[in-house]
């Protein structure tokens, strides 16, 4: 067998995509009942889709939290969000009929106009309308995301404001697709981890939320100060969010030398109630304790709370020891 021989098919196939008159997999870009499931994109697209199957996308309309807010489903308003047939629409966003349990699935963002679009240039045996700017802005999560987004354009204007995607889709280096033949035509290029997750930023969250204890004055018997909180890089209130049971914790603990708690204040905080944590601002909260000879430190946390208390995040902490 000669080289050409062996290599013709992906030789002809490669020429075919590159002259875009190629179009190998039209149903892909079917709605409806013939509307592919996410997985047959995962076929090519391998590692963005097992970044998505355990995303909080994925998980939007079967979550146990979704359907204990909704009433099983009965609050029919929440399911253009959260299954959505296609953002791109300057009307309400709609549900759609099929694979409801793939929550926002790929085809909800991606589907435009009978075309799947993205941020980068792309040639592939689908339908494609390659390089389209809307994918790099925190316009596109706003369609569904609105108060959140709402906020973020409040926060300020300079240039370096971060979006969305920079937090919540971490930046990654890689080729589009893992399959064969297809990979060969792609070179690896810069883009995003389709993880869409709060603890995406977790580990950036310590240095954009910090805590401190101030003026401390420890005398006999008693401990007091301020614990000081500040969202400095967050460009948005903390929590936030459209629906649902949001809740931050800022917790102040004295403990004993086993890491046992004593005593213990702490502050809640609420989009609904006014107290969220806003932009760029640094919020002091007092506090007074009795400190014996058990007493050895004070620690303080914030914590993201989940409504049924066993999916809590920390976000930030800091230990104080006289």
Not at 138 to 158: E, I, P, R, Y
Not at 174 to 187: A, C, G, N, S, V
């Amino acid at each position: 067998m000669t080289f050409l021989t062996k290599h013709l098919p992906f030789l002809s196939l490669s020429l075919c995509l590159l002259s875009g008159g190629c179009v190998v997999y039209p149903e892909l870009v079917e709605r409806g009942v013939h509307a592919p499931k996410s997985e047959r994109c995962g076929d090519c697209h391998r590692d963005i889709y097992n970044e998505w199957k355990d995303s909080p996308h994925a998980r939007s309309f079967i979550s146990g939290t979704f359907r204990e807010e909704t009433n099983e489903y009965r609050f029919t308003f929440c399911t253009g969000c959260h299954a959505p047939e296609t953002i791109f629409t300057d009307k309400k966003i709609e549900s759609r009929k099929v694979n409801l349990d793939e929550g926002v699935h790929c085809n909800s963002c991606h589907l435009n106009d009978c075309k799947l679009s993205g941020p980068a240039p792309a040639h592939g045996p689908h339908p494609i309308d390659e390089k389209n700017p809307f994918y790099r802005t925190s316009d596109l999560c706003g369609k569904c995301h609105v108060s959140t987004f709402k906020t973020w354009q409040a926060s300020d204007n300079t240039p370096a404001k971060k979006t969305c995607q920079d937090c919540h889709m971490p930046a990654i280096k890689r080729k589009l697709i893992q399959d064969e033949p297809w990979q060969k035509l792609y070179p690896q290029r810069e883009g995003r981890q389709h993880t869409f997750s709060f603890q995406a930023m977790h580990s950036k969250s310590i240095d954009s939320l910090p805590v401190s204890f101030k003026n401390i004055v420890h005398t006999e018997g008693r401990i007091e100060g301020i614990l000081e909180v500040e969202n400095t890089d967050i460009p948005h209130t903390i929590p936030t969010g459209d629906y649902g049971y949001r809740e931050v914790v800022i917790t102040i603990e004295m403990q004993d030398k086993t890491g046992q708690t004593k005593h213990s204040q702490s502050e809640r905080l609420f989009v609904e109630t006014g107290t969220a944590l806003q932009y760029k601002e640094k919020r002091g909260i007092p506090f007074c304790f009795r400190w014996d000879e058990e007493s050895y430190a004070l620690k303080a946390s914030v914590t993201r709370v989940f409504f049924n208390r066993k999916e809590n995040i920390p976000l930030a902490e800091t230990t104080y020891k006289p």
